[in-house]
């Protein structure tokens, strides 16, 4: 009899609830201190989706978000009425978001390697300092300095292309140069600030490692090579995971500070942010261009999901979940 009490006292410590509750009798203290945190996350990024209904409606402000009449897909449909200008958008948006991915981290990481091999430290903090400061820089000056680079008439390279006896360029009516200039701009501003996020994942790893490796006589290169990049390895999967959740989306004040929604140039700079801009928001409907919002983030949250299991059949220590 005694025996059965305490195997039904050690089934009840298993059950689902008493786990749980002595899991938050364990853990209150951090809770608590999470608290904040988890309310504001819900108050500012779950409850604000309930309102994701108005896409699916003919709003109107007699009858609010919830009173207004279903019209299922409609809202949906001035995007893909017009498909060769969407599926532009669409490629453009995709096609621009890759290479400030793919080469936004190159340099990010060259950054990070340069900083790390920087012993000086008042050389060290003038260079993270410099690097990092376009990234406060708004995109409407960056547009302002871009424009004396490149005017036709009085730029810095075109003067200086003259000066080499070169002709002149005409960058802003001849659309082939700006996924180039698209990308080195995004470069410039956030390289930098990047570049700081994975020098503080190499300044935590073990110094023994370049010591030894040092010791039996690895160059620089062979020590950046087969030390540095390898355990850097996780942070650049996780951070090019996080920037693939991304790749459906554009940044609509660079494309205005930066190309200034010329017609001339949407060949290769009218993404879908600014395709929703011309089409839809101009005109003051917001509901339009919600729902092209919905269906940027579906399309991403499905990116994610599918880059995370193909890194999961690689090595799963690199997944995010």
Same mark, same amino acid.
């Given at each position: 009899m005694l025996v059965s009490r305490q195997k039904q006292d050690s089934g009840g410590a298993h059950r689902p609830e008493n786990?749980?509750?002595?899991? #938050?009798k364990k853990y209150h203290q *951090?809770?608590? *201190?999470? *608290?904040?945190?988890?309310? !504001?996350t819900l108050m500012f990024a779950y409850i604000p989706m309930s309102g994701?209904?108005?896409? &699916?409606?003919?709003?109107?402000?007699?009858?609010?978000? #919830?009173?207004? @009449?279903?019209?299922?897909?409609?809202? #949906?449909?001035? &995007?893909?009425?017009?498909?060769?200008?969407?599926?532009?958008? %669409?490629?453009?948006?995709? =096609? !621009?978001n890759l290479c400030y991915t793919v080469f936004g981290t190159a340099m990010a990481v060259m950054l990070a390697v340069m900083f790390n091999e920087i012993r000086h430290k008042?050389?060290?903090?003038?260079?993270?300092?410099?690097s990092i400061m376009p990234y406060f820089i708004s995109w409407v000056v960056a547009g302002g300095i871009l424009r004396a680079l490149l005017n036709y008439d009085g730029g810095a390279i075109n003067n200086l292309l003259v000066t080499?006896?070169?002709?002149?360029?005409?960058?802003?009516?001849? @659309?082939?140069?700006?996924?180039?200039?698209?990308?080195?701009c995004n470069i410039w501003k956030g390289a930098g600030y990047?570049?700081?996020?994975? &020098?503080? %994942?190499?300044?935590?790893?073990? %110094?023994?490692?370049?010591?030894?490796?040092?010791?039996?006589?690895?160059?620089?290169?062979?020590?950046?090579?087969?030390?540095?990049?390898?355990?850097?390895?996780? %942070?650049?999967?996780?951070? &090019?995971? =996080?920037?693939?959740?991304?790749?459906?989306?554009g940044d609509l004040t660079m494309m205005m500070s930066i190309t200034n929604l010329s017609s001339m140039l949407l060949e290769t700079t009218d993404i879908i942010d600014t395709y929703v801009y011309r089409s839809v928001?101009?005109?003051?409907?917001?509901?339009?261009?919600?729902?092209?919002?919905l269906y940027q983030s579906m399309f991403g949250f499905a990116l994610v999901l599918f880059s995370n299991w193909l890194v999961g059949k690689f090595d799963k220590e690199y997944r995010l979940f």
């Open positions: 786990r749980i509750a002595g899991h #938050f *951090l809770w608590l *201190l999470a *608290l904040p945190g988890i309310i !504001l994701l209904v108005i896409i &699916f409606k003919d709003y109107n402000y007699r009858d609010g978000i #919830f009173g207004s @009449p279903w019209v299922g897909f409609k809202n #949906f449909e001035f &995007f893909f009425a017009n498909f060769s200008k969407a599926w532009r958008a %669409t490629r453009n948006t995709i =096609l !621009l008042k050389y060290l903090k003038a260079t993270q300092s410099l080499l006896g070169f002709d002149k360029v005409d960058f802003y009516n001849d @659309p082939k140069y700006w996924r180039i200039i698209l990308t080195l990047n570049g700081i996020i994975y &020098f503080s %994942t190499i300044a935590g790893f073990d %110094t023994s490692l370049y010591e030894s490796a040092q010791v039996d006589g690895a160059n620089l290169w062979q020590r950046i090579r087969y030390i540095t990049i390898p355990l850097l390895k996780p %942070t650049i999967v996780i951070m &090019f995971l =996080l920037s693939i959740g991304k790749i459906m989306s928001i101009g005109m003051g409907d917001f509901v339009m261009g919600s729902a092209v919002g």
